[in-house]
């Protein structure tokens, strides 16, 4: 599969992109997924802020539109893997709160609270938003609060060490 080949080539984001389009199959536009989540974890590749902001951009709007649950789980897990730093965060972290809350497929959810608690920085604003969403009271969907308590043991773990 001509996706996997080498990662270590800034064209790599352009092929990545072109296969997230929704007109190939969902397990393309995860393979795509994941190669951008190794260029983004990769220490080799120096990506410049236009770069980093496009894919960013193009994983956020994966998480929240895409039709296939299985790439909207790969962008969240994705998100969790950008430098934790304050710029990064302040996009990142109320996109992944918001997949905690209103996303339908638990495997997403998951992701998105794992994701999350890879943000760990012990930030109080954070840390407050999960224990709200802990005691949040959804009859219909009581699992929120199961994936925010996860997502804050992790958070916390994270910030810890």
């Not at 193009?58 to 430098?83: C, P, T």
Request: proline letters at 2%; hydrophobic letters at 40%; a negative charge.
């Amino acid at each position: 599969m001509e996706i996997l080949t080498a990662w270590n080539d800034p064209g790599d984001i352009v092929l990545a992109f072109k296969y997230l389009e929704p007109s190939y199959e969902v397990e393309w536009r995860i393979r795509a997924v994941e190669l951008l989540t190794a260029i983004i974890s990769s220490d080799e590749i120096d990506l410049d802020e236009d770069k980093t902001d496009s894919i960013l951009k193009r994983l956020i709007h994966l998480l929240r539109k895409d039709h296939a649950s299985n790439v909207r789980a790969a962008s969240a897990y994705a998100l969790g893997h950008f430098s934790v730093n304050e710029e990064n965060d302040n996009i990142i972290i109320p996109v992944l709160i918001e997949a905690i809350k209103t996303e339908r497929i638990y495997t997403v959810r998951e992701l998105a609270s794992q994701a999350l608690g890879y943000r760990g920085r012990g930030d109080r604003e954070i840390t407050e938003e999960l224990y709200k969403l802990i005691q949040y009271n959804n009859e219909k969907d009581p699992s929120i609060r199961y994936f925010a308590a996860m997502a804050l043991l992790n958070y916390e773990q994270l910030s810890r060490s």
